[in-house]
């Protein structure tokens, strides 16, 4: 049971690249999540997803955009990078139907570290 | 020893002593309580939860205590090994798309 994978672990991109980062769950989970973590300020959530097909924003969404075409993947992009953008990136997993509550918690993966020069 | 989240965010304690992590949550709406741990160059880990209804859990070695009349949780580990050393994270769940992390205290332990 891998739980949550993310690809690439690292990354360098210049200044105006894209890429798109990877996340698979193998959870069943209906809920998932995009955060970014930078020295001294915590996670801060990037876009959520509340099931297939499905995107929200979360606290700091500008300069990235993601899909949720399948259950199991969430995918996060950056069309034109930004050296504002270097952080290292979280994807998490929560929630299974069948569970009396909403509330359970966030299931992450090990990491993407990016650094835009 | 004793933190208080973002005030003072290290903590080192000697090993077999008991840590005491604090937080303070900023809605009073949460309902729902988390604890992570995050060890170097990997994801938060889930230690334990808390709903607003329960103002004590306990689980292996580790207790959560939540006071809701001045928006605190704490996080106490008994008798801390070596392999305790992490940041702790606690965050707070008002629903799906809303929870909030703090920045976190970093736990030293010394042999």
């Known amino acids: 049971n891998a739980g949550v994978t993310q690809t690439p672990k690292f990354r360098v991109l210049k200044t105006g690249q894209s890429m798109t980062l990877l996340c698979a769950q193998d959870?069943?989970?209906?809920?998932m999540y995009w955060y970014r973590q930078d020295p001294g300020m915590g996670l801060r959530l990037i876009h959520y997803?509340?099931?297939?097909?499905?995107?929200a924003k979360g606290e700091v969404p500008d300069g990235y955009n993601v899909s949720r075409l399948k259950k199991q993947n969430f995918l996060l992009g950056l069309e034109s990078a930004a050296p504002s953008q270097t952080s290292v990136y979280f994807c998490?997993?929560?929630?299974?139907?069948?569970?009396?509550?909403?509330?359970?918690?966030?299931?992450f993966g090990n990491g993407t570290r990016l650094t835009v020069t | 020893g004793e933190s208080v989240g973002l005030h003072l965010p290290t903590l080192s304690v000697q090993e077999g002593d008991n840590s005491i992590i604090n937080c303070a949550y900023s809605?009073?709406?949460?309902?729902?309580f988390i604890w992570y741990k995050q060890e170097s160059g990997k994801g938060p880990q889930f230690i334990i939860d808390?709903?607003?209804?329960?103002d004590k859990r306990q689980g292996q070695r580790v207790t959560v205590l939540l006071n809701k009349t001045v928006k605190h949780l704490s996080l106490q580990i008994a008798a801390t090994q070596p392999g305790d050393s992490a940041v702790y994270f606690c965050?707070?769940?008002?629903?799906?798309?809303?929870?909030?992390f703090g920045a976190g205290t970093r736990l030293t332990v010394k042999p």
């Open positions: 998490a997993s929560s929630y299974s139907r069948g569970h009396s509550s909403y509330n359970s918690p966030l299931h």
């Open positions: 959870m069943n989970h209906e809920y």
């Open positions: 997803s509340v099931g297939e097909g499905t995107t």
């Open positions: 809605n009073s709406a949460s309902d729902y």
């Open positions: 808390i709903r607003s209804n329960m």
């Open positions: 965050a707070e769940n008002i629903w799906v798309g809303d929870m909030r």
